[in-house]
């Protein structure tokens, strides 16, 4: 194959592609084809190599502008979703998003929770939740995620447990954390379901749309995952240790932890004043 027919085969296949794959897997083939019938490598060539640097620009991964979500906008969520006379459904709006945000689970590990992954102590002011699966843990043995109570309007500890007064799950150490609710039109009021099944990702979403929606946040800017990314950037502005924040993540490195984390620019403006000048 001549490297002009080659070029022309690669820009037809970028013309038709979303991702920068199928580029990579071509020059792999053409590279092993010419290797095994012994012909000068095509995919080495200049031309070809520029083709594959234009690819990359065009279809490689850019930079995710989506935000994170921040305390400011989970105090508004609580003070919607979480006031006084506030029913069950509402609760657990806005606990779906503290929770997370605290714990920065990724959402299958939230809706995984069960009851009996709940353990108080210290009069209640810390709690240990235990993530029986995760993203990384690929023997399944299992992680801890620790939060402790803040005494603020958006304590996690605090919201959790008047969910579970709420809610009557607190006896109930096998049923799921976060289930479907019910309205109970005899008594009128909202009731977690009896069915022991896990809230869909598909209702998380539109519980957390609708939470972005009421404070007047843009929900195409603000995702489930945001409630992390957002988490990650908090803590890492505070000061947190790298190693103690890898692990409430379930990072396996700071390489992956980095892209969660959005830099401070109060901090790069400390640089100066740090170095003494």
């Keep these: 194959m001549a490297v002009h027919d080659y070029c022309t085969y690669l ?3 970028i013309q038709q592609s979303s991702t920068y794959a199928p580029i990579t897997t071509s020059v792999a083939a053409i590279k092993w084809i010419c290797c095994f019938l012994h012909l000068p490598d ?38 919607m979703f979480a006031n006084a006379t506030a029913s069950l459904k509402d609760l657990r709006s806005a606990l779906l998003c503290i929770l997370s945000f605290a714990g920065f689970f990724r959402i299958s590990e939230l809706l995984s929770i069960r009851v009996g992954d709940l353990m108080f102590t210290e009069f209640s002011t810390r709690l240990t939740i235990t993530v029986r699966k995760s993203k990384t843990d690929q023997f399944g043995s299992g992680s801890h995620v620790y939060i402790a109570a803040t005494g603020n309007l958006t304590c996690p500890i605090s919201l959790l447990r008047r969910y579970l007064a709420s809610s009557g ?14 309205y109970c039109s005899a008594t009128t009021q909202y009731m977690l379901s009896s069915r022991n099944v896990s809230l869909s990702y598909t209702r ?15 929900t195409h800017k603000y995702t489930l995952h945001m409630l992390r990314r957002g988490a990650a950037t908090a803590a890492a502005s505070a000061g947190v240790p790298s190693r103690a924040l890898l692990r409430q993540g379930r990072w396996r490195c700071e390489k992956s932890s980095a892209p969660y984390i959005k830099a401070d620019e109060e901090l790069q403006f400390n640089i100066t004043k740090a170095v003494g000048l």
């Design 11 to 13: 820009i037809s296949i």
């Design 42 to 79: 095509v995919g080495s060539s200049f031309e070809i190599r520029g083709v594959v640097s234009y690819a990359k620009r065009k279809l490689g991964k850019h930079e995710d502008r989506r935000c994170g979500v921040t305390k400011d906008m989970l105090a508004k969520v609580v003070q």
């Design 169 to 182: 799950v607190a006896n109930t150490r096998s049923m799921y954390l976060f289930r479907n609710i019910e």
């Design 204 to 218: 998380a979403r539109e519980i957390f749309r609708e939470c972005m929606t009421k404070i007047g946040a843009d």
